[in-house]
C-alpha cells in the first residue's frame, strides 16, 4: 500500500494523477514508479483507456476513494469513448473487476 497518493482534480485524466505523483515523491526512474504504483515495472501507462486498474487500486490508500469504477469514469477517456462507439468500447476495452465474467 502506498503511503501517499495525490488527489485527483476535477476533470484530471489519471495519467496525470500518476505524473503528479512521481513528481511529489521524487521518484528517479519511471520503472521504479511503476512497481509502487502497480507492481508492476513493466506496465505502460496510457493516457486513454489504462490498464491494470485493479492493481493500482489496491495500492492506493482507502482514504483516496478510488476504486476501479470510479477511475474509469471520472479518470479516463472511457464516457468519451462509449458515446461514439456505442456498445463496443464496453465489450472489449474496459473489464470492470466487479463486472468481470
Known sequence: MLAYFPAPY???????????????????????????LFGNGRVIASFDLPGHLDALAERIPAKCGLSVDRMIDELTLYPY????????????????PSRAP
Not at 484530471?12 to 512497481?35: F, I, M
Open 81 to 96: 469513448f462509449s458515446i461514439v462507439w456505442l456498445d463496443s468500447v464496453p465489450t472489449f476495452c474496459i473489464v470492470r
Open 10 to 36: 476535477r476533470d484530471e485524466l489519471l495519467y496525470s494523477v500518476l505524473a503528479r505523483y512521481c513528481r511529489h515523491v521524487g521518484s528517479p526512474a519511471t520503472k521504479q514508479a511503476l512497481l509502487a
